[in-house]
């Protein structure tokens, strides 16, 4: 009985632990999987599903690459809101980073007249000292303010060209600022004029490398002028500014629309600067406008406040004074008022005139009359001064009846043609006309100044001066010798082949075509004689006929590159003029070519030209042929 209640109670303890056992290794496997899915749940809604979660009894281990260290936190943080932070284990690792990126490098140049500043990040490796050393140079004895901080990382593509070229621009821009990047140079200066800006920007594009991009912002003042002028004239050729100038942009359109109303074309121009007389310029300048349109014909001259009205002849006396008397008391104050009818004269009594002509190739013919000798001499130096002692040819007689102001008034038409490419001025005791080309756009402003200031109040004086866009310095259009000098130097690099036998241009050689119409595009209006050469070998008048073939091919290829060819011609030569020795292969290769030649004008014939339109309106040339480099045509 004892030996039986004994083993009762053991077997009963015995069977306790192992149920204890049992529920204890279950609790433990349920804590485990709800601390791990709930961990994984909360991982994924946070987008961290790189995370890998291991619960192991109470501990919960996190492994994984997190792709940063703030990334990584965040998954413990996460990890620790479900479950006790104290059980996560951190296994995690973090993804290696990219080395640190370099700074970005750049610096600016600032020069002015109190020296040299410049501030930035450079490289290491540039030469700081040498950079600061042609900065010292360039100032002189103004100090060089160098605000320079420098990085150990290597220079980026570029950097030394940029800053190699903005210290070679700034030391020809006195006044100027450059911000310096890799492979980028802005440049920001004050140029003393148009033409100067125009100047340094040709200057700096010339010398800027192919891989550099440049930004040029270059600024130049307004004109003063001086007296402020507008002229405007309506006759049977139409209505026209023979000179308009304005203070504001505003004033300008304002004063070009009322010009167009009146009749004048819609490109007019005007030009904005210093020295109005009054705020009300724009205002006054309209009203003769309209004046002028009222009386169907003439023109009004503003010199500063006096303003000049003066009517076609013939018209009804009654309409000149109604229009003149509603002009006067409608100009605002400061502004004067002169007006004129002239009288009808008699046709077949010709005014004394005197003449100069100005040719495009400067020379100039002083012809008609003058009042005295010593008149004579002043006008012949004058001229000689201007235009070139030898270039000047004086013909003019004397006529001692002429009016007092005919020297006056010879001398301004000398100074007015001076300021023309090529033209011609005509003085009589009423008027002065000036007439000609030229390549500056403000130049039929400035000659009207010049009239109005010279030759007084009221004076008469007509202009009829055109604008040539290949004569303007400031667009720096190439001259028509460096266009033949540029076209020499492409097909010596590149040759115009042929196929053999043929006119057709071989394909090799449409790259050359495409690279000549590109610069034939800039040039403009050029005199060109496109010339055919062969070699000696076959009949002479097939070699001819073939050479005029192939060069009236070349001048297809030019037109149908959309180049205007208006001015060109195609000419063969056959075996003329070789460069070489046709006894061998080599010279008979140089001898097949292609030359572009300018055709030249004649040379003046100073005492034999007796007109103004065959100077002021010259254009016929004739060819010229001077020897240059060969091109390949093969025969």
């Known amino acids: 009985m004892r030996l039986s209640a004994v083993l009762t109670i053991t077997l009963t303890f015995v069977a306790a632990a192992v149920v204890a056992l049992v529920a204890a290794n279950f609790s433990v496997k349920l804590i ?26 109470l501990q919960v281990t996190l492994a994984g690459i997190a792709p940063t260290e703030a990334v990584r ?44 500043s410049i501030i930035g990040l450079i490289p290491s490796s540039t030469d700081r000292e040498a950079a600061i050393a042609r900065f010292t140079k360039m100032s002189g004895s103004n100090e060089v303010a160098d605000l320079l901080e420098q990085a150990d990382y290597p220079a980026p593509p570029g950097w030394e060209e940029s800053l190699g070229f903005a210290i070679t621009a700034i030391a020809q821009l006195p006044r100027a600022k450059a911000s310096i990047e890799a492979g980028r140079v802005s440049i920001t200066a004050i140029a003393d004029s148009a033409e100067a800006k125009a100047a340094m920007e040709t200057k700096l594009k010339r010398a800027a490398p192919p891989s550099l991009k440049l930004v040029l912002d270059i600024a130049a003042p307004r ?138 190739e400067g020379q100039v013919q002083l012809r008609g009359r003058v009042s005295n000798a010593p008149l004579r001499e002043l006008a012949d130096s004058y001229a000689k001064a201007r235009f070139g002692s030898d270039k000047v040819y004086m013909a003019a007689r004397i006529d001692e009846d002429l009016p007092d ?43 009207a100044s010049l009239l109005s200031d010279k030759l007084g109040e009221g004076a008469e004086y007509d202009i009829d001066v055109i604008y040539r866009e290949k004569l303007d310095p400031v667009l720096g259009l190439p001259t028509p010798d460096e266009c033949e000098a540029e076209i020499g130097e492409v097909v010596k690099v590149a040759k115009i082949n042929f196929e053999p036998g043929s006119a057709t241009i071989d394909a090799s050689a449409l790259g050359t075509m495409d690279d000549i119409a590109e610069i ?3 040039c403009g209006d050029l005199p060109l004689e496109i010339q055919g050469y062969t070699d000696s070998q076959g009949r002479e008048s097939m070699n001819l006929a073939l050479s005029q073939s192939r060069a009236e091919s070349v001048l297809n290829e030019l037109r149908a590159r959309r180049v205007l060819t208006g001015s060109f011609t195609a000419k063969g030569y056959g075996e003329e003029n070789p460069v070489a020795d046709n006894k061998t292969e080599v010279g008979r290769e140089a001898n097949r070519r292609i030359e572009f030649r300018l055709i030249r004008p004649k040379t003046v014939d100073l005492p034999g030209q007796t007109t103004l339109e065959s100077i002021a309106q010259s254009g016929d040339t004739e060819a010229d042929q001077v020897e240059e480099g060969p091109t390949d045509e093969q025969n």
């Not at 965040?74 to 995690?92: K, N």
């Not at 349109?293 to 009804?316: H, Y």
């Not at 007006?339 to 005197?354: I, M, S, T």
């Open 32 to 57: 485990e999987e709800t601390s791990e899915i709930g961990v994984r749940d909360a991982l994924d809604d946070q987008g961290m599903t790189w995370a890998e979660v291991q619960a192991n009894g």
């Open 73 to 116: 936190f965040r998954a413990l943080t996460t990890a620790g809101s479900i479950v006790d932070a104290a059980r996560v284990i951190d296994d995690m690792e973090v993804e290696a980073q990219a080395a640190i990126a370099p700074p970005r490098f750049s610096a600016e140049v600032l020069r002015n007249d109190s020296g040299v």
């Open 223 to 360: 004109p003063v002028i001086t007296p402020f002028t507008m002229r405007f004239e309506l006759d049977a050729d139409g209505a026209r500014f023979d000179a308009c100038s304005a203070d504001t942009d505003a004033a300008r359109n304002r004063i070009l629309a009322a010009g167009e109303r009146a009749g004048a074309p819609a490109n007019s121009r005007c030009t904005v600067g210093l020295g109005v007389p009054s705020p009300n310029w724009s205002e006054a300048v309209m009203q003769g406008i309209d004046a002028v349109k009222r009386l169907e014909g003439g023109s009004v001259t503003l010199a500063d406040a006096d303003m000049t009205l003066i009517a076609q002849p013939g018209i009804d006396q009654s309409l000149f004074d109604r229009v003149v008397g509603e002009l006067e008391t409608s100009l605002p104050e400061v502004f004067a008022l002169s007006a004129k009818l002239p009288k009808l004269e008699d046709p077949n009594a010709g005014p004394p005139e005197f003449t100069a002509t100005l040719s495009p």
């Open 405 to 447: 102001s005919w020297g006056p008034r010879v001398l301004t038409g000398l100074e007015a043609l001076a300021s023309l490419s090529n033209g011609a001025i005509t003085v009589t005791p009423d008027t002065v006309s000036v007439s000609g080309n030229t390549g500056n756009p403000d130049a039929s402003t400035e000659i």
């Open 520 to 522: 034939l595009k800039r």
